[in-house]
């Protein structure tokens, strides 16, 4: 561990662990052996990072947060609060059930929101957003916005976090960035002037 990582003292970090420079992990935080977070990452109150979770750098995990076994988070991912991952998609306490966990893979920018629960195996595509409280019970694409129980797409979001809106030609610009976007055969995908 670098010189420019902090771990708050009521910190637990297990032995085997690879904690990137810059990250920092605040109070009563459990990060359990064989997991990678990245570098400049934000590891917030209360949060149980478990063994193999893989953060990507600048992650932004914030307060009670469950990552499990079988999650990869890429670069730039948000977990808002008190949301969720599952591993296990049908578990029973008498059954064990550890060779059964399955992936969730959260990609580069995606933004998940607070209380959300993401049901294992259910991929969340490149600055994908999921609004607070949603369930996602299936894959989630890329630039897509979902919302509810079980979570439905309700529209499209820029890198930036802007709703996006198309004109009749398909093209969409991002009000922060300016930023332009393609919608074509149900897929989004960012493209310069």
Same mark, same amino acid.
């Given at each position: 561990?670098?010189?420019?990582?902090?771990?708050?003292?009521?910190?637990?970090? @297990?032995?085997?662990?690879?904690?990137?420079?810059?990250?920092?992990?605040?109070?009563?935080?459990?990060?359990?052996?064989?997991?990678?977070?990245?570098?400049?990452?934000?590891?917030?109150?209360?949060?149980?990072?478990?063994?193999?979770?893989?953060?990507?750098?600048?992650?932004?995990?914030?307060?009670?947060?469950?990552?499990?076994?079988?999650?990869?988070?890429? @670069?730039?991912?948000?977990?808002?609060?008190?949301?969720?991952?599952?591993?296990?998609?049908?578990?029973?306490?008498?059954?064990?059930?550890?060779?059964?966990?399955?992936?969730?893979?959260?990609?580069?920018?995606?933004?998940?929101?607070?209380?959300?629960?993401?049901?294992?195996?259910? @991929?969340?595509? &490149?600055?994908?957003?999921?609004?607070?409280?949603?369930?996602?019970?299936?894959?989630?694409?890329?630039?897509?916005?979902?919302?509810?129980?079980?979570?439905?797409?309700?529209?499209?979001?820029?890198?930036?976090?802007?709703?996006?809106?198309?004109?009749?030609?398909?093209?969409?610009?991002?009000?922060?960035?300016? @930023?332009?976007?393609?919608?074509? &055969?149900?897929?989004?995908?960012?493209?310069?002037?």
């Amino acid at each position: 561990m670098s010189s420019s990582t902090f771990i708050h003292p009521t910190a637990v970090i @297990d032995e085997g662990c690879n904690i990137g420079e810059g990250t920092k992990i605040w109070h009563f935080a459990h990060i359990m052996p064989h997991c990678a977070i990245g570098q400049n990452c934000n590891i917030g109150q209360n949060v149980v990072v478990s063994p193999q979770v893989v953060l990507g750098n600048n992650v932004k995990v914030q307060n009670n947060v469950s990552i499990y076994t079988g999650v990869t988070c890429a @670069d730039d991912v948000f977990l808002g609060p008190s949301m969720v991952f599952t591993n296990v998609i049908n578990p029973r306490s008498a059954i064990i059930r550890k060779d059964q966990y399955r992936q969730t893979n959260v990609g580069k920018g995606a933004s998940i929101g607070a209380n959300a629960t993401i049901v294992c195996g259910n @991929d969340i595509g &490149e600055y994908a957003f999921i609004g607070a409280g949603a369930v996602v019970t299936k894959y989630v694409p890329p630039y897509a916005l979902v919302v509810g129980n079980p979570a439905k797409q309700i529209g499209w979001i820029s890198e930036y976090g802007h709703r996006l809106h198309f004109n009749t030609e398909g093209i969409a610009n991002c009000p922060e960035s300016q @930023d332009q976007y393609q919608l074509k &055969e149900g897929n989004v995908t960012k493209f310069s002037n």
